[in-house]
Nanobody, 118 residues
Framework: QVQLVESGGGLVQAGGSLTLTCAASGSPFNYGTMAWFRQAPGKAREFVSAIDDSDRTYYGAPVKGRFTISRDNAKNTIYLQMNGLKPEDTAVYYC????????????WGQGTQVTVSS
């Protein structure tokens, strides 16, 4: 069973930076796609970024150019470096994982709150 644990959320002023961490356990880490999603109050869950097992990266339009996803296979961890934060980035951020070829993300973390003040 895959377990994902996020950390690194917090309160930051607009224009600031945060780095989120997702530690994975229970399955070979460098197998499948790891991703970040977010959900703001009253809004649908939104794709933020993903990195696959060939280290190809993908970004949602609202964060492209400001956020960077990376992975450390030795530590079974992925990161989301968030720069130039805006109040509209305020949300609960979730780490997720899907197996190769799978149509959807099966494994989810509990989420970490990011709040950006104006």
């Amino acid at each position: 069973q895959v377990q994902l644990v996020e950390s690194g959320g917090g309160l930051v002023q607009a224009g600031g930076s945060l780095t989120l961490t997702c530690a994975a356990s229970g399955s070979p880490f460098n197998y499948g796609t790891m991703a970040w999603f977010r959900q703001a109050p009253g809004k649908a869950r939104e794709f933020v970024s993903a990195i696959d097992d060939s280290d190809r990266t993908y970004y949602g339009a609202p964060v492209k150019g400001r956020f960077t996803i990376s992975r450390d296979n030795a530590k079974n961890t992925i990161y989301l470096q968030m720069n130039g934060l805006k109040p509209e980035d305020t949300a609960v951020y979730y780490c997720a994982r899907k197996n190769p070829g799978a149509p959807q993300y099966l494994y989810w973390g509990q989420g970490t709150q990011v709040t950006v003040s104006s």
